[in-house]
């Protein structure tokens, strides 16, 4: 079976969200994300559609019903999917990466995800335990994978892509999931689609069985943040936003700032507690680099210089 058969979505048009969300609490900065990523849910659907017929070398996107009552909910949908039934995890999980540092920490994040559904953790290699590969199609091992999937990784999948292949055990083979990217975010994201195919917490959960080829139809997806209404949010609270974010696909965070971004040329503006330094900078820039989040910040200047004016 080749990549042609693979179930397909005919485009679909959704309403333009009407909401607006004044951000004065910690309270309003969750819904404000709630919703974007309600956005993303409902959007990326029409956008991925759209997209699929000009992405280059690239075959129609996935009908989210076409797998029947067995279709995956997935945020967002992947431009290709064929779904195929459930399997258990009966002796537990392993996630196994190459040497790359980047596919550890993956492995590591995909890891824990499945811990905390209390799905249980086994050694590799231990016999009747479902691996978890994540595999650089550059590697032998990845070029196998995909011989045996019969999915191709081309062109458009380069920069994000990854193809998924998720099946039960069958002929004394234990059950197996294979992620095979060219790179260390096509790996990421297909990790996050990974997560998001267990049905259920603990021994009732169970893995959909798929064979996914996805890759992204823009190349920048992000939410822009306004730091300078009501308080400033913790940086341990925008680190959580960074991991709610990837885990979606998501991959600009764009914080906005009037007088909340400290500048030690000019430090009376920011009040003390109530802004984001230097160093809460680099630290929360690192942070997003390893979930493959991309911060663009937005200083504001002559049209909103009101609060500087004040000192």
Known sequence: ???????????????????????????GR??????????????????RAAGAQAAPGSTAAADPGATGAGSPNLVPMPRE???????????????????????????????????????????????????????????PEGRDALRRSGLALDTAMIAEGYVLTAEPAT????????????????????AQT???????????????????????AVRWRGLHDDLSRGSVPTLEFQKQQIRTLAAYKVNVYSPYFEHTLAYASNPLPAPPGGVMTR??????????RRYHVEII???????????????
């Open 279 to 288: 160093d809460d900078a680099r630290e929360l820039a690192a942070y997003a």
């Open 30 to 47: 969750r819904l404000g994300l709630a919703v974007a990523l309600t956005i993303v849910a409902q959007g990326s659907r029409a956008v």
């Open 81 to 139: 999917i064929s779904a195929r039934g459930t399997f258990a995890f009966t002796r537990g999980v392993s996630v196994v990466a190459g040497p790359d540092a980047e596919d550890r920490f993956t492995a590591r994040e995909l890891t824990e995800a499945l811990r905390d559904r209390r799905v249980p953790i086994a050694p590799a290699g231990v016999a009747g335990v479902v691996t978890v590969r994540l595999l650089r199609r550059d590697t």
């Open 1 to 27: 079976m080749d990549s042609s058969t693979l179930s397909r979505r005919p485009p679909r048009v959704f309403p333009a969200p009407r909401l607006i969300v004044s951000p004065v609490s910690g309270a």
């Open 171 to 190: 002929g004394g083979v234990a059950g197996r999931v294979e992620v095979v990217a060219a790179n260390g975010a096509g790996l990421f994201y297909g």
């Open 297 to 311: 910040p937005e200083q504001q200047s002559f049209g909103h210089l009101h609060h500087f004016f004040m000192y």
């Open 194 to 216: 990974v997560a998001q195919l267990i049905d259920g917490d603990g021994p009732r959960a169970r893995l959909l069985s798929v064979r996914i080829r996805d890759w992204p």
